[in-house]
């Protein structure tokens, strides 16, 4: 049998990459220094869209439109394989109070995105009970979201249905490379022979990745969310507003996030975002000063400068591969950077052109 190719990482772009490589008949196994899909993929809010779509160059646009087709049949499979709905539900996404309405009506029909601009009259049509009522609106129908612990949940259910290894508790804390081929990946406690690694390690993949020798600017951006015990009906659609967002989930529940930090490696909740993100929630949708507050948490998202995830071979070391610096969007970009990344180690032809997500790149 070949060497595994080994994943660096258990969260949804780890656990994606493995998918993708076992349908292809690959030998994988998956490695994360703690319990898999515990840090930002459970934390994020599972919108399958970046918000305000068209700031983001095209190369974002690219994955999320390839990944967006791809979410209703992955998740109708996994439930079919697993058990586990991942909830995909057609929200809708509108967005409240923005000035660059001219570029993002020119942006929806480059793409062919379904998108109306709403004058303020209209914003009860799509949503009642907002506090807002006097903004305009943008208005994206198609825009969908996953409830994404669930969404870990039944892709690491099918990988071990599968039968693929997925390691917990063991950090890999280095390379083996020999005349710039990778030979083998050190842990805290063996070495894994492997002729290929991909690091899918989040927000701790710059720190790996350094230790060949090359920088990425991927580094940890916290991000608070707060969840509201609500009853179904409350809210149906996504709302945003000045970065902040709603999310409605289908037994009722609302979060509301998220806070942008730059704090280091710190993943603990603030007062301030707190009381922050509570008045925020209760100006958007005024309702929700009356129904509890369930729990605050925090997670690290990767962050990278323009939000274009870094992924493709290291120009340094043949066989090491990143998929990393997804940064707000790791859902919405997840799919088709597991398929890319995929297409890359087994020389494939890509389903985009890979040129813009490359490692060295300077952004
Ligand atoms: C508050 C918040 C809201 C968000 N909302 C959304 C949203 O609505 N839509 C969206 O698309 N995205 C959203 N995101 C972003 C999204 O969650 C991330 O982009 C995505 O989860 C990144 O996935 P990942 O697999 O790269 O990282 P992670 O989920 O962080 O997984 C990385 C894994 O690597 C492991 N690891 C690290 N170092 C090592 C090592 N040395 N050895 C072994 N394992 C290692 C970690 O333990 C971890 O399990 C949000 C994020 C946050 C925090």
């Not at 996994?78 to 923005?98: F, K, M, N, P, Y």
């Not at 825009?143 to 997925?166: M, T």
């Not at 301030?272 to 998202?301: K, N, S, Y």
């Amino acid at each position: 049998m070949k060497h595994p190719i080994c994943i660096v990482g258990g969260g949804v772009i780890g656990l994606l990459i493995a998918r993708e490589l076992h349908a292809l008949g690959e030998n994988v196994m998956i490695l994360d220094r703690r319990e898999s899909g515990k840090e930002s993929s459970w934390a994020g809010g599972g919108i399958l869209s970046p918000l305000y779509p068209w700031r983001y160059p095209d190369s974002v646009t690219e994955l999320a439109r390839w990944s967006q087709t791809a979410y209703p049949g992955m998740v109708k499979e996994l439930q079919r394989d697993t058990g586990i709905d991942a909830e995909w539900v057609r929200s809708g996404l509108l967005i409240l109070g923005i000035s660059d309405t001219e570029t993002a009506v020119n942006w929806a029909r480059k793409f062919a995105i379904s998108a109306k601009n709403l004058e303020s009259g209209a914003i009860d049509e799509i949503q009642s009970g907002l506090g807002m009522n006097a903004l305009d609106g943008f208005w994206m129908p198609d825009i969908a979201q996953v409830r994404n612990p669930r969404l870990l949940a039944a892709l690491k259910r099918d990988l071990q249905k599968k039968s693929i290894e997925i390691v917990e508790n063991e950090a890999v804390t280095g390379f083996g490379i020999e005349n710039g081929e990778l030979r083998h990946i050190k842990t805290d406690n063996r070495t894994i022979t492997t002729d290929r690694c991909i690091i899918a390690a989040g927000a701790w993949s710059g720190d790996l990745f350094a230790q060949t020798g090359l920088s990425i600017p991927v580094k940890p951006i916290r991000g608070q969310m707060l969840l509201y015990k609500a009853k179904p009906g409350l809210l149906q659609r996504i709302i945003l507003k000045n970065n902040r967002y709603l999310i409605p989930r289908r037994d009722g529940r609302i979060l509301v996030g998220s806070t942008l930090e730059d704090v280091g490696f710190d993943s603990s909740t603030t007062e301030a975002a707190f009381q922050e993100l509570h008045e925020t929630a209760v100006e958007m949708l005024p309702a929700l000063a009356d129904v509890e507050i369930e729990v605050q948490w925090a997670g690290l998202r990767p962050g990278s400068p323009a939000g274009v995830p870094y992924i493709g071979q290291s120009p340094e070391v043949k066989g090491l591969y990143l998929c990393s610096g997804h940064f707000r969007n790791g859902f919405v970009l997840g799919p088709a950077s597991a398929r890319l990344v995929v297409d890359l180690v087994l020389g494939n032809t890509p389903i985009v052109d890979s040129e813009p997500y490359k490692i060295d790149r300077v952004d």
